[in-house]
T-cell receptor, first 112, second 114 residues
Framework: DQQVKQNSPSLSVQEGRISILNCDYTNSMFDYFLWYKKYPAEGPTFLISISSIKDKNEDGRFTVFLNKSAKHLSLHIVPSQPGDSAVYFCAASPSGYSTLTFGKGTMLLVSP | EAGVVQSPRYKIIEKKQPVAFWCNPISGHNTLYWYLQNLGQGPELLIRYENEEAVDDSQLPKDRFSAERLKGVDSTLKIQPAELGDSAVYLC????????????FGQGTRLTVV
């Protein structure tokens, strides 16, 4: 039973447009959420996070939105750039613990 | 600042042979993780250390997998004997400690069992 779900295996976006990556979770104990970015043959790189006490966190071109009632979060990238092409993983953790549960990832392709 | 270092990057072995992976975490990071990533999947936790203590090894297949973190710094993950289904990427990560959820990953070791 997947506790963190990324239902879109892939997403294609044109350069300059907005990319929206979605993530759903089922475990009510999760209260800290992270997005990681992964290029081929590299390990995942931390991108942005959000605590359950917030509903939005912004860092430059990246914004994460959290809807606790729907158990849903999304990552917005504006504007998208070709260098953003990578696999994006959503991850979650319960309060007080540092073990992350990951989704399967969404491959983002940003075309020029 | 150096990141998480793993070696080797790639390893090809025959089934039933032993294999070991090594990880050097970021200096000062008390928490160390070993994750397994199969093709098309997200990383899945194998074991988590807080300093030298394994605090979560519930997903580690203990009949063939073992891990150690001597002196609370470097760690080694071993598989003996390896099976075809063990082919995957083995990721090591570290974080500052309990309550610091942002983990920093190494480049991983891609294991192929033939």
């Amino acid at each position: 039973d997947q506790q963190v779900k990324q239902n879109s295996p892939s997403l294609s976006v044109q350069e300059g447009r907005i990319s929206i990556l979605n993530c759903d979770y089922t475990n009510s104990m999760f209260d800290y959420f992270l997005w990681y970015k992964k290029y081929p043959a590299e390990g995942p790189t931390f991108l942005i996070s959000i605590s359950s006490i917030k509903d939005k966190n912004e860092d430059g071109r990246f914004t994460v939105f959290l809807n606790k009632s729907a158990k849903h979060l999304s990552l917005h990238i504006v504007p998208s750039q070709p260098g953003d092409s990578a696999v994006y993983f959503c991850a979650a953790s319960p309060s007080g613990y540092s073990t992350l549960t990951f989704g399967k990832g969404t491959m983002l392709l940003v075309s020029p | 600042e150096a990141g998480v270092v793993q070696s080797p990057r790639y390893k090809i072995i025959e089934k039933k042979q032993p294999v070991a992976f090594w990880c050097n975490p970021i200096s000062g990071h008390n928490t160390l993780y070993w994750y397994l990533q199969n093709l098309g999947q997200g990383p899945e936790l194998l074991i988590r250390y807080e300093n030298e203590e394994a605090v979560d090894d519930s997903q580690l297949p203990k009949d063939r997998f073992s891990a150690e973190r001597l002196k609370g710094v470097d760690s080694t993950l071993k598989i003996q004997p390896a099976e075809l289904g063990d082919s995957a990427v083995y990721l090591c990560a570290s974080s500052l400690g309990q309550g610091y959820t942002e983990a920093f990953f190494g480049q991983g070791t891609r294991l192929t069992v033939v």
